[in-house]
């Protein structure tokens, strides 16, 4: 099930796929097995992945062809697909992938090489502000990455939660300002949610600074990636020719980040600007191709950046049991962790809720109800209205009521690994919305909370913003957060205007990344096993499985529900 999530590729074009291969490079060996292969990598392009291991656990599709792997490797190499610079496919060790990926990947690579033995020109290093950094509550792992500021055009900055990726964050933004005033200086995430998460730790992490250290960094903008390179329908109209005015650009949750992405931010940065990359490598992959921050963070690619790569071990947070059960998950396997989770006894953190799979469990509804009915008298508070242009808006005594109806809904993320299916979010908006799901947006009740699922640059939309419908019948509204905005401010658009807007009572593990909520509930559709499995062929991919968990526990802040499925 590890990524039921995912749209699943036509068969058809597969098959044409492998014809036109074929065709192009007649193949002398067993047509079973290159079908196979072509099928491994499409499944894996499938998951974000552009590589595929071809070793003895056997790949989460079924195989035509007998005699894995070894058979298949023979038929590949017999093939002629992975000879020459032209040869469709790359065979590295036992690691194969389709050579325009490969290619793209490697590029970014010896891109990102370039720029981590670059030594930051408009930096020019001051030794008596080592002074002030000791002074700070940073350790040594953190004082290193603030030092590497000086020496390096590309740092990389990975933790767990709690680990101080912001303070770290903020003390580099500060002796960087410190030594030159003038930087141009940006901040950004793959999502509206992650890019006013960024910008909201921020303003926390600062609250012990005088006034004028504090206005320095919240000056600097934060927004979307999509918007530092103006993206509309596909195209980044940031590029060589009309690059990013920055100096230094601070990236947070790069495990978001997909190789297209990755790509076009390097293209519209100056070649001499400093990149730092922050995010945490345990979480889940991004839904587009190509893992950058896992690929940079496997261990013969470390290597190459070490003298600027940091991990942050330290947890300054104290999440007691939940930072227990996401290390467990993170550090052993799935099953260990399932045993483990069923050790765990009655804790105010942690609830563990066992059921039959064909139902939401009852529990679960009742959380669900409980927060739609509080979001539901919330809403009831907050009533859009039209000024003298003729446009919508929020008066000052309307602006807090929205401010806590936002927060409200903020506070509780349902979280499903399924789109589809039992115990899906499909399965948990049925449940709630009933009928009127497959029914227009103005037909869903006020207090629904909703999700954007497309960029809409004009309406300063983001893909995974939240939002709530506030207002009755024919003058029912979206309400959303404004992002990037240092003052409190909200939007309220006609449902027509938004292009793709989903319920939200639940949404997927991928949609949550960059975000928090004090209470998550987690729900897992599959038996899990109750002792470890010596089948190393299971049509199952736990590695992603793994990321996903993990994912799903470290987006919870005070309390965790984990609903898993019983025998049926």
């Not at 499944?43 to 894995?68: A, F, M, Q, V």
């Not at 920055?246 to 990236?251: A, E, F, G, T, W």
């Not at 669900?368 to 539901?376: D, E, G, V």
Request: charged share 25%; net charge positive; glycine share 6%.
């Amino acid at each position: 099930m590890s990524y039921n999530d995912l749209p699943k590729l036509d068969s058809n074009f597969i098959n044409l796929l492998s014809k036109t291969l074929k065709k192009r490079l007649p193949a002398i060996t067993s047509s079973e097995h290159l079908d196979d292969l072509i099928n491994i990598l499409m499944d894996s392009l499938n998951k974000g992945e552009i590589y595929t291991l071809l070793n003895s656990n056997k790949p989460s599709i079924e195989l035509k062809g007998k005699g894995w792997p070894l058979d298949h490797l023979d038929a590949l190499k017999a093939s002629g697909w992975i000879k020459g610079q032209d040869s469709p496919m790359v065979l590295e060790g036992n690691l194969l992938s389709w050579r325009r990926w490969h290619e793209e990947m490697n590029n970014v690579l010896k891109h990102l090489k370039d720029k981590s033995t670059q030594a930051p020109h408009q930096i020019q290093k001051i030794n008596k502000l080592t002074n002030n950094l000791k002074k700070s509550n940073l350790n040594e792992a953190q004082l290193l990455a603030v030092e590497a500021v000086n020496n390096h055009n590309l740092i990389l900055l990975s933790g767990g939660p709690g680990t101080g990726k912001t303070s770290t964050i903020v003390e580099m933004l500060l002796k960087v300002l410190t030594i030159n005033k003038g930087l141009r200086i940006g901040l950004g995430a793959p999502t509206g949610k992650a890019a006013r998460r960024l910008e909201e730790t921020i303003q926390k992490s600062i609250i012990h600074l005088d006034d004028h250290q504090k206005h320095k960094l919240l000056d600097i903008p934060c927004t979307t990636l999509h918007r530092w390179l103006q993206a509309n329908e596909g195209v980044f109209r940031r590029n060589e020719a009309t690059q990013l005015q920055l100096d230094i650009l601070v990236v947070d949750e790069m495990s978001m980040v997909d190789l297209s992405l990755m790509q076009g931010l390097l293209k519209a940065l100056p070649k001499d600007s400093q990149l730092i990359l922050v995010g945490d490598p345990d979480q889940l992959p991004p839904i587009g191709n190509g893992a950058v921050w896992h690929k940079l963070h496997e261990q013969q690619t470390l290597k190459v950046f070490e003298k600027c790569a940091f991990r942050l071990t330290k947890v300054y947070r104290n999440r007691g049991k939940l930072a227990d059960l996401a290390n467990t998950i993170r550090d052993k396997d799935i099953n260990e962790f399932f045993n483990e989770l069923l050790k765990v006894k009655k804790s105010p953190s942690i609830g563990v809720i066992s059921s039959n799979k064909k139902e939401i469990p009852p529990e679960i509804i009742k959380i669900l109800k409980i927060h739609q009915a509080k979001l539901s008298e919330l809403t009831r508070k907050t009533t859009p209205f039209l000024i003298s242009d003729g446009t919508l808006s929020i008066n000052t005594k309307d602006a807090e009521s929205a401010n806590n109806l936002l927060k409200c809904l903020e506070e509780l993320m349902v979280l499903c690994p399924r789109r589809y299916g039992p115990w899906s979010i499909d399965h948990i908006h049925k449940t709630i919305l009933g009928d009127t799901l497959d029914k227009s947006i103005l037909d869903w009740p006020a207090g629904t909370p909703v999700i954007c699922g497309e960029n809409q640059s004009e309406l300063n939309l983001a893909n995974g913003d939240l939002g709530i419908i506030v207002g009755e019948k024919e003058n029912k509204y979206l309400l959303f957060r404004r992002q990037s905005s240092k003052k409190q401010s909200f939007h309220l658009i006609h449902p027509i205007r938004v292009k793709n807007i989903s319920p939200a009572f639940a949404i997927t593990v991928h949609k949550s990344q960059g975000s928090e909520a004090d209470r998550v509930v987690f729900l897992w559709p599959d038996t899990i096993n109750k002792t470890p499995s010596s089948d190393k062929n299971q049509l199952t991919n736990k590695d992603y499985e793994r990321k996903l968990i993990y994912t799903a526990i470290t987006r919870a802040k005070l309390n965790l529900d984990l609903a898993i499925c019983s025998e049926t």
